[in-house]
Each structure stands twice: as C-alpha cells, then as structure tokens.
C-alpha cells in the first residue's frame, strides 16, 4: 500500500488496478482576489515634464477615428526619423503612446511595457541603422513601438489573432526581427551569439541585447554576461529597469532620487569615447603586467569608475561589462548622446546601459496597468478608464479554483509550500500568499532552480506545490526528471494548459470539469513517495455544483514502462483537455 493511500484510509489496490482520485471534501475558502501594487502615476516622474501624456479630452477624442498623428504618419520604417531633431522625436514619442493606447484597447495584449520603452525604442531607431544593425528584445512584450517604427503599423490591429502580428518580435515577420523571443532571459545569449557571428564574417555592425530588470534575474543571462565577458565581443546591453522586480538598485536606499542632473551628467562622462578609449588601452598595456599588478590595475580602474559615477556597477564590471548609468530612459537628450557616444566608440569589450524606466508611463488607468503587470496582459478595455470590456459572467477560473483548493488542503496541512518563478498572479498564488505569506516562495525566472529547490523541501518532509506555466516547465525539464522523477521524490507539479508525460515514476492527472481539479489538488497533497503533476485549463470553469457529493470522476492511472500514463473515462466537457493531454496548448 501506498503511504499517501494508507494516510487517507485507503484499502491496498491489486496490483495493475487503477488508481481512485480523492475526494477533496473541504469546498474552497473565499480569498481576497489579489495583492494591491502601487501605481505607476505614484512613481517619480523622472523628468518632470508631461508632454508624453495623452490628456483626458485627447484620448476623448479618439472614438470617431483615433488619434491625431501627423508625424507619425511620416514614418514608416526608421530611416524616416534619421532627421528629425530633439523636439520631434518627442512629439514622436507622444503620438506613439497614443496609437498604443489606443490599439492596445481594442486588441487587448501588453501596453505598460511597451509605453514604458517609448523614448529607449525610439532612441535605439534614430542611432542604430537597423536591420543591419541587429537589436533583440528580450521576452518582446515591449516590443509595440519597435513593431510600428517598422513598417507594421497598418497592421498592429492584428496584433495577438489569428494570420495577424505576433505579440512577441518574430523572425518570420520582419528582418528588423533579428531574434524570436517568448521567453525571458535569452537576449544576451542570442545577441552574444549574433556578435561572435559578425566578428568572424568580418562586419562592423553593432548588436543590441534590451533587456528587463525581471528577465536578468534568469540564470541564462548571467551566463551569457559571464561568456561575453570572457570573449571581450563587442555588443550592447540594455538594462531596462522598471522597478518591477526586486533587484538591489543604488538609488532606492535611504530615498535617493533614481537619477538627476548630476547623474546625467555623469553617465555621459562614463560614455564618453575618449575616455573609455584611454581605458582600453589601459587595460592593453595591463595585458603586458605580471598577475598581481593585472589585479592591482584593475582594482584601482574599478574603484576610480566608482568615484566618477557613485554607483555599485561592481557586479557587472567583474563579470567584464563596462556600465553605464543609470540613465534616465524618458529623456531623449540623454539616451540618444549615450548611445550615440558608444556606438561611435572603437573599442573592445561589452558595454552596458542601465536605464531607468517607468512601466505604463503616459497612460493614467491604473486598472489595466495593474492587470497587465499581475496577470500577464489585458483584455480590451475602454481607454477613457481603463474599465475592461467582459462580454458576460463567467464561472470562476481553473487558476482560483486551484488556489483556493490549495488554500484549503494547506489550512489542515502545515507541510504544504507553494513555489512560483516570478508568476505570483497569473498563477493564482496571490491567494494563497494573503493566508500564508511565510509558505509561499517567488524565486523569481529561474525554473530550474524552482524545481530542484522544491525537491530539497521534499527531502525535508514538507509537501511543495511547483505552480509553474507549462510554457515555462519545460526549461526545468532536465531537474525534473533527474532532481524529482528518479529520485521519486514528492514535489507536486501544478500546470496550466499543457502538461507532462511519460516521466518516470510521475503520477499525472487532468481534470474534466473543476470540480475534478480540485479532488486532484487534494490528491496531489496526500502522495507522500512520488511526484505527481496535474494540469488544467487556462480559462473559466464549467460553473458545476461544488457542494454536489461525488463529482469528480474516477481518473485511471496506469503504469507503462517505468513511466506513468494517465487516461481519461467518457467525454470531456472542456475541450481543453482533449488538447492538453497531446501536449498543446489547451
């Protein structure tokens, strides 16, 4: 008999006999929907000036035929900005952050951040000579403005459907389109990857990697920062900080200002090409030293660096990254003169540039910035508002179904831990953080480190739940099998749309309705000697009757090999499901 079948008073099965679900007889306790944020307009409004929002009697207006764009309307690829002055290209930005705002309501997807990247895309454009120069967007999320700078904007009503625009950048779209993107993380290893290539075709093209202060915490993108350091392979990378994740910045301790005139100006000296040219060939010469005057050399060229700009750019410096910054990302006077200056600059090595942006900027509503940031895009929504159109009452989502059965099963169950990388809300865990915020744990975009740090808690008798997207498992892929399944130890795996098979010793289930999901939760709880997975849905629930006895179906689990088959009995009300267990998308 199975431990988890003898704690709940389970008879020992025959051997080949299939496997009955459990009955999860507590219905799930009513939670706070999710955890407040600030809103962006309680930021700093890093440069004072407003010429970047829409005013309420602008976006008003825009009912009849959309926004007043004229020289938007000029551009149609960015060679079309190559003239225009400073003044312009702010006007430029103002009217992009209108055409966003105002697509974006009408196609639903990502505004806060592509309007948080206005001024950083539009600088890009306007220095580099795209597509020949290559920049890649990580994750691509902010990737709007990029889109409509390059010849898509007849388009952007497309955006997110079916034979329309891509909502990430998409190789097969554009040849501004350097590199696909979907994941976080893998900008700087592609863009490493593309320099390297450059360098052995013999071309001058420069490379740029943008990427987020959520998608560095990744593990892959120290390891690119780390390779690229090594090579010394020209290439840019854009830091682009929007205060989203909880990163050390050197501006948030004892309420120091983000960035201010002084900070400007210094970011400036940093770029400034005669001085990292003297720096290179300082660092030539330092070649030459023995050992230990190389390291005394480069102590002193780090704490001199230290003096000038007053920032703890140690981390990057020592993974061999010269940093720049922080630079304001919404004054385009600044960000165009920085890069200017080090795309100008003949030296060798990487180069970054930590810019600091506001997510959402120019755009008031706070419900569809907060929704956008916690679940992971919008839908539709009134731009007067921000109010989101919903076409009818639906029953609650597979996501809160399966955070309230976990809120239940872990009131009785002190073992239970929920883990998560960096999806609190769209996993439905903001729930279960309000009833128990010391038993829940953000490891941020790292789902390796998730999976093998909920099988040390294994190892320990707690009970971890792992609510990760089943996009994102599959980059755990290797330390569930070797770190959970061969080990056998007990980690639940909780998935939405798609799910895992054919694992060895992984019990695997899918529900039919909601009622089923919660029983697997249930389930799920009580197996104490192997791994288990389930997976669901990512939309509404059936509506069934939760208080009716007896809901859930008898789930048929069935060893194959040394793996694990799961088998569904009769028809499946949720289409979804039929999907999910050939391993798409349900």
């Not at 609190?424 to 309000?434: V, Y």
């Not at 939760?546 to 028809?571: D, E, F, N, Q, Y």
């Amino acid at each position: 008999m199975r431990a988890w079948q003898a704690a709940r008073g389970a008879a020992a099965p025959p051997a080949g006999a299939p496997v009955q679900l459990l009955q999860h007889h507590r219905l799930p306790v009513p939670v706070v929907n999710s955890r407040s944020r600030p809103s962006v307009a309680a930021r700093v409004n890093f440069d004072g000036e407003d010429w970047g929002n829409p005013s309420a009697e602008d976006i008003a207006s825009w009912a009849a035929s959309g926004p007043r764009t004229p020289l938007l309307d000029t551009v149609n690829y960015p060679v079309h900005i190559k003239n225009f002055n400073i003044g312009q290209l702010r006007q430029l930005c103002k009217e992009l952050r209108e055409e966003i705002v105002h697509t974006v309501s009408r196609t639903g997807g990502h505004p806060s951040a592509s309007l948080g990247v206005v001024e950083l895309t539009v600088a890009l454009h306007y220095v580099m000579n795209c597509p020949e120069d290559k920049i890649i967007w990580d994750v691509g999320h902010q990737a709007y403005v990029h889109k409509i700078l390059t010849g898509r904007r007849k388009r952007m009503h497309t955006l997110r459907s079916s034979g329309g625009l891509s909502g990430f950048t998409n190789r097969g779209e554009s040849e501004y389109d350097p590199f696909g993107a979907g994941h976080a993380s893998t900008s700087i290893s592609a863009g490493l990857g593309m320099a390297v290539g450059r360098d052995l075709k013999k071309k001058r093209n420069q490379v740029v990697a943008v990427i987020g202060d959520g998608a560095i915490t990744g593990g892959m993108a120290y390891e690119a920062m780390n390779h690229a350091g090594f090579l010394d392979t020209n290439m840019i990378v854009i830091l682009n900080d929007n205060q989203q994740v909880s990163v050390p910045k050197p501006y948030n301790h004892k309420g120091q200002e983000p960035v201010g005139a002084l900070a400007s100006a210094l970011s400036r000296l940093q770029a400034n090409r005669p001085l990292r040219e003297l720096r290179e060939i300082a660092k030539g010469v330092t070649k030459q030293l023995p050992a230990d005057l190389q390291t005394v050399t480069a102590k002193i060229d780090e704490y001199a660096r230290g003096m000038i700009s007053g920032t703890p750019s140690t981390l990057f410096e020592e993974l061999g990254l010269y940093y720049i910054g922080p630079v304001d990302g919404h004054n385009m006077d600044d960000l165009v003169a920085i890069l200017a200056e080090v795309k100008a600059t003949e030296t060798v090595g990487p180069v970054l540039i930590h810019v600091i942006t506001s997510q959402g900027r120019g755009f008031a509503p706070a419900e569809v910035l907060q929704q956008d940031r916690v679940q992971g895009g919008v839908v539709k929504f009134d731009p007067r508002t921000g109010r989101q159109y919903v076409r009818k009452p639906k029953p609650m989502s597979y996501t809160n179904y399966f955070a309230d059965a976990l809120i239940a099963e872990a009131a009785s169950d002190s073992r239970i831990v929920a883990v998560h990388a960096a999806m609190e809300g769209g996993t439905g865990l903001t729930r279960f953080g309000k009833r128990f915020p010391d038993r829940v744990f953000d490891v941020g975009i790292a789902e390796q480190h998730a999976v093998t740090f909920c099988a040390g808690l294994a190892c320990e008798g707690l009970s971890p739940f792992a609510v990760i997207y089943s996009a994102f498992i599959q980059r755990g892929y290797d330390q569930v099998v070797h770190d959970v399944s061969l080990q056998k130890l007990p980690v639940r795996f909780a998935m939405d749309r798609a799910g895992m098979a054919s694992l060895p010793h992984m019990v695997c289930m899918a529900p039919s309705n909601e009622a089923e999901l919660i029983h697997m939760v249930a389930t799920a709880a009580a197996i104490d000697d192997l791994p288990s997975c389930f997976r669901y849905p990512r939309g509404s629930g059936l509506g069934v009757n939760l208080a009716a006895a007896g809901i859930g179906r008898v789930l048929k689990v069935c060893w194959w090999g040394t793996a694990l088959l799961a088998l569904k009995l009769g028809s499946t009300p949720n289409t979804g499901f039929d999907r999910g267990m050939k391993g798409q998308a349900g």
